[in-house]
Structure formats: C-alpha cells, structure tokens
Nanobody, 123 residues
Framework: VQLQASGGGLVQAGDSLRLSCAAS????????VGWFRQAPGKEREFVGG????????NYADSVKGRFTISRDNAKNTIYLQMNSLKSEDTAVYYC?????????????????WGQGTQVTVSS
C-alpha cells in the first residue's frame, strides 16, 4: 500500500490543523494506520493510530484530548485532526500502515510509510 500525507503548514499556538493520509494500492481496510512525528534532533515517536474498522483508536499521552484520528474507508483516507496546537507539536508528521492488530506504537511494526508533512507551530 502506498501512503501520502498532506495538510501540514505553519500555524500559531492554539490553532487547529487537519492532516490527511491518502492510501492506494492494496486493500486499505486490511491495515491499521498510525501517525508518527519526528522533531528536529529527536527520535520518531508514535502520535496515535486507528484500527481497520475505525472503531478503536490509541493516542500518545502528549496528544490525548487534543488530537483525533479518523478514517474514511470509502475514500481510502486517514485524518489527523490537531487542535490546541503547541510549539512542541512542531515536527514532520508521517502516516504508516501495519498488518498487525492492536494499533501498535512500535515503529518497527509498521510496513508502509508515507513521505511526511511538516507542521510548524509558532508561539
């Protein structure tokens, strides 16, 4: 499956932004999808993920209550709605797909990756 993330940009602290991850290729509903981010000088980290059906989600503590992941299987698209953005949310955001179950947070368990989209939050 091929993934392409989009929707990044420059926003101010407190603003909202919605990222999209468009999938193509193999059957999209065979995969759980995660969002990850990597800030300059830091390791890539798990932001959150969503199950195949969209009924289950998992979030990192740092974004709980602010970020929401959803998926539209008819459009083969995953969304990351980011509200109340903070300067520490500044990073390149990636979407990734896994054939595992349980919405894993481990990077190594994700087989397919998008190219990343830059999110910059100014304070």
């Amino acid at each position: 499956v091929q993934l392409q993330a989009s929707g990044g940009g420059l926003v101010q602290a407190g603003d909202s932004l919605r990222l999209s991850c468009a999938a193509s290729g193999r059957t999209f509903t065979n995969y759980e999808v995660g969002w990850f981010r990597q800030a300059p000088g830091k390791e890539r980290e798990f932001v959150g993920g969503i199950s195949r059906s969209g009924l289950s989600r998992n979030y990192a503590d740092s974004v709980k209550g602010r970020f929401t992941i959803s998926r539209d299987n008819a459009k083969n698209t995953i969304y990351l709605q980011m509200n109340s953005l903070k300067s520490e949310d500044t990073a390149v955001y990636y979407c990734a797909a896994t054939s595992r179950v349980g919405i894993p947070s481990q990077i190594s368990l994700y087989n397919y990756w998008g190219q990343g989209t830059q999110v910059t939050v100014s304070s």
